[in-house]
């Protein structure tokens, strides 16, 4: 028998003794030899997606901003009392409880029932009472106030507030004035102010922070000069300085978009200096030097090779500028700095807290408190789920 022979023997045998490891080993031999086209590849917005969905406080972080986000779009929609509606009988009315079950069944639109004061003769304070005979139940997509949603005027909400009735969840402010109404459309106004701030000083810090780390040299130093300046100016007395600057007479919009200009000019400085050192390490790699080999313009290096590589980091500082913008704008307007009336937001209603003794005998106008903390939680949730999606090396 020649050598061949042997060879082939002991392979038929091998064969035969192990047919499952050879079968085995034979699938993934044409597994590796299959056609590229046939694996399916994720996108890096997949990758990041497929990373955030593990991460169960994003999601909640997530669905807090969608809910505050639809809140503030559809706040005339979903408010029962137009937000500056007075009502001489309703001047500080504790919140009424929301119920469901009646003496006919159960009843699937809330119903509240009114409440009277009486005078107490011992100590002269007024004693609310509850008249459980009546109810106060509001009508279903019902009309009431009328409003404007992008140009076009409605006047149906979702809950429309009963006629001669009070209805009022969270209570009433010291001008009658509904707080669940003011609370719906003070969202908007604090939200915008946040959203303006943050689309300045996100655009304005990122462009100077590429352009600075990307030029390097003399003109690097002069830039990061200036945003050393910017960094180093004292905010809380540039914002007590507006009482003074700001006349009183001036218009509430006019207050709002100075206001929203004011703090963007403080707070794009901080972003710049995070993505210029962002820069300095990718101008180094070796594609952004191909580029500028073959020609490439400025403009075209900063913008299509640059900044996505610096877009996850700008995404998640956005995320997490957005609660310090509004704990800032609601810090201002309570001490009267900021927004001012006939607008609405949650800074505002809580000026009406400042007096100790309102607060201990009115606590529900702390109200707007639980709706920051909603806010700076969900944003807060949101923003460290996307970093750590978007950072590759996070465990």
């Known amino acids: 028998m020649t050598l061949l022979d042997a060879k082939t023997t002991l392979t038929d045998a091998h064969a035969v003794l192990h047919p499952k490891e050879l079968v085995e080993e034979d699938t993934l031999l044409a597994d590796a030899a299959a056609p590229a086209a046939n694996v399916r590849s994720r996108s890096y917005a997949g990758l990041v997606w497929r990373r955030f969905r593990r991460n169960p406080l994003g999601l909640i972080g997530l669905a807090l901003v969608a809910l505050l986000i639809l809140t503030a779009l559809f706040a005339d929609f979903l408010s029962p009392y137009a937000p500056n509606a007075r009502n ?19 009843h699937i639109i809330p119903f509240t029932h009114p409440i009277t004061f009486d005078l107490d003769p011992n100590t002269f304070q007024l004693v609310p009472t509850v008249d459980t005979a009546t109810r106060c139940q509001p009508a279903f997509l019902g009309k009431g106030w009328s409003y404007s949603f992008f140009g076009l005027s409605f006047e149906r909400h979702l809950l429309a507030a009963p006629e001669g009735c009070s209805f009022h969840v969270l209570g009433t402010d010291r001008d009658g004035r509904d707080m669940l109404s003011r609370l719906l459309v003070g969202s908007r106004l604090t939200l915008l102010m946040a959203a303006l701030v943050v689309t300045i000083s996100v655009t304005v810090g990122t462009l100077v922070g590429i352009l600075s780390g990307y030029l390097g040299g003399r003109g690097d130093e002069w830039i990061q000069r200036v945003v050393e300046f910017v960094l180093a100016l004292p905010e809380l007395p540039l914002y007590f300085a507006l009482v003074v600057v700001i006349p009183r007479n001036t ?58 590589n610096v877009l996850g980091h700008v995404i998640v500082s956005t995320t997490l500028m957005i609660p310090t913008i509004v704990l800032l704008e609601s810090f201002l307007s309570f001490l009267g700095v900021g927004v001012r009336p006939p607008l609405v937001s949650w800074g505002m209603l809580l000026n009406a807290a400042s007096d100790l003794q309102t607060l201990g005998s009115y606590p529900w106008v702390l109200v707007p408190i639980g709706a920051i903390l909603v806010a700076v939680l969900g944003f807060n949730m949101l923003g460290d789920a996307l970093r750590d999606a978007i950072d590759p090396y996070s465990t």
């Open 251 to 308: 218009d509430a919009l006019v207050v709002f978009f100075g206001l929203g200009l004011i703090l963007s000019a403080l707070r794009w400085a901080q972003l710049a200096r995070e993505v210029r050192g962002k820069t300095l390490l990718v101008s180094r790699l070796d594609y952004i030097a191909a580029a500028e080999a073959i020609g490439a313009s400025t403009p075209r290096i900063l913008l299509k090779h640059i900044l996505p």
């Open 88 to 106: 001489a009988d309703a001047i500080y009315l504790p919140p009424q409880d929301l119920n469901f079950r009646a003496e006919d069944g159960f």
